[in-house]
């Protein structure tokens, strides 16, 4: 596609229960990049994907945060046993590369979990 | 955590010229300045981005200080459709690692009045 493309738009799940947000990066990109952000708040770095590299997790806030790209293409984002808190925004983004090129943003998850 | 700091709001009249200032004070050699806005519930956009010379394009310039302790971008027209929050990020160029990672900070939120 011509952008970033994130699924579901929006997504309510129960408290406790485990959800899946994708992310489909421009064609072409090897960096990939999560976030999210709360009501009002700026944006919270979670995880950076580039090329074969490891990735930079550092910015996961728990064990029950993980992320994928699988065949450096798209990347799933698994957050397990929801709770309240993890209501947000989460958003994806790619790049050419990790040097000096421009990211790109998709329009967002909104998760709600009640 | 952001390497950036930067004023949390600021005011500009309409088609007058809006600088928002940067400071960067612990920024290496390695590392570019980054900017980006985002609109309300729109993902973050692309804005500019130099290393040590100014730069403009078509939405802005960009103007760093000599020793790269700052910087200030300018919207050299501003509309009502410039009103969004805008973040400076300092991101170090390279692979693998946190190179080439995108930390925002708070940013600062520009109100454009008419």
């Known amino acids: 596609g011509a952008g970033v493309s994130q699924s579901p738009s929006n997504k309510v799940t129960e408290k406790g229960k485990d959800v899946e947000l994708r992310c489909d990066p421009i064609s072409g990109h090897t960096a990939l990049y999560w976030y999210r952000q709360s009501l009002g708040q700026g944006l919270e770095f979670l995880i950076y994907f580039q090329g074969n590299s490891a990735p930079d997790k550092s910015g996961l806030p728990s064990d029950r945060f993980s992320a994928e790209r699988t065949g450096g293409s798209v990347s799933t984002l698994t957050i397990q046993r929801t709770q309240q808190e993890d209501s947000a925004v989460y958003l994806c983004?790619?790049?050419?590369?990790?040097?000096?090129?421009?990211?790109?943003f998709g329009q967002g998850t909104r998760l709600t979990v009640v | 955590d952001a390497k950036t700091t930067q004023p949390p709001s600021m005011d500009c009249a309409e088609g007058r010229a809006a600088n928002l200032p940067c400071n960067h004070s612990?920024?290496?050699?390695?590392?570019?300045v980054y900017w980006y806005r985002q609109i309300h519930s729109q993902g973050p956009q692309y804005i500019i981005h130099?290393?040590?010379?100014?730069e403009t394009n078509e939405m802005a310039s960009l103007i760093i200080t000599e020793d790269r302790k700052s910087s200030t971008l300018i919207l050299p027209h501003a509309t009502l459709r410039d009103t969004a929050v805008y973040y400076c990020?300092?991101?170090?160029w390279g692979y693998g690692g946190s190179q080439g990672n995108l930390i925002f900070g708070k940013g600062t939120k520009l109100s454009v009045k008419p």
């Open positions: 990020i300092v991101r170090p």
């Open positions: 983004a790619s790049s050419l590369d990790s040097m000096r090129t421009e990211a790109f």
């Open positions: 612990t920024i290496s050699g390695n590392e570019y």
């Open positions: 130099g290393l040590k010379n100014n």
